[in-house]
């Protein structure tokens, strides 16, 4: 309980920080929030500025405006977007789930895949199938990733028509009622099969891009983490022992080099949670990457801080969770 508490603690602490440097970074950019909101022809009326600066609560020292913020925050209030007129906390959450939807499936198929060809890899070290698997890796991490979505884009969309290649449904097609915000499962709770299976086929691409990125890391590092193990002389003793092959693999071996392949596997999340930029953008899926660069392009201060917000909270929320599993994998840890 000890150890729990500390790590939340200092989780906290982080997520302080985060709003902290959010805040700070924000005020030294050189936009006009107050221009932003107004725009140019409003911004000719000094009433109209001065009234909206009051508004926003700009005329008043930072140490002030960062404790308006801070109480905002606690009532999940991150302002309105200059962008869509929207609120930001609105906008989050569908930009969220698109992303988390997208990245749950690219986590699922890259940790089953990279975990088969690591293992079989790294326990028939330097043979033909393990070379074959390292300049597999190598060759995905080099392939630049735009070049690879509008190649399957073309491909399996304009050339072949066998996979949609925008959007998360068909416009035919309405969203599942909002549960989760991940259509998949929507559909699924809402037994709309047909929703289901269009929301599937929109997956598909931009998974499968996502995935060959991800798996190529993640075979390189499970590859190295698993060798390490495999060389220990509790390894070597184990099979002295004559213990059989499948209780070696998955009782020492696999256990042994868990607690490196779950960094990998939370900070590989965490990095698709924050939003593939490119890969959303190609395939116009209205998740957390396109969002926040939307913001950062138009200059929409509230979009960006509560996108900064956001990305910071999960990764520090993701550690959390990864503190926690070596805790339990591994009693040492907690001590």
Known sequence: MRYISIRAGISVLLIWGVTLITFILTT????????????ETAMNDPKIVAQTTHELGLDKPLPVQYLLYL????????????QTRD????DLSIAFPATMELAIYVMIV?????????LYAALHHRGIIDQIIRIVSIAGISVPIFWL???LFYLMTYTLHLLPGSGRLDPALSPPPK????????AALAGQWSVLGNALEHLILPVTVLSLLTLALLIK????????????????AARAKGLPSRVVTFSYVLRGAMLPILTMSGLAFGSLLTGAVLTESIFSWQGLGQYS?????????PAIMGSGIVIGTVYIILNFIIDLMYGIIDPRVRR
């Open 71 to 82: 109480k905002r925050l606690l009532h999940f209030d991150f302002e309105t977007s200059t």
């Open 149 to 151: 979505a509008m190649i």
């Open 293 to 301: 660069l939307s913001a950062a392009v138009h200059l929409d201060i």
């Open 110 to 118: 890259s940790i089953v895949i990279a975990l088969a060809l690591s």
């Open 221 to 236: 590092f499970f590859r190295s983490a698993l060798l390490d193990v495999v060389n220990q002389d509790y390894i070597t």
């Open 179 to 186: 549960v989760t915000g991940l259509y998949t499962v929507d």
């Open 87 to 90: 609120p930001v906390s609105h």
């Open 28 to 39: 030294l950019v050189p936009a006009s929030p107050v221009a932003a909101v107004l725009g």
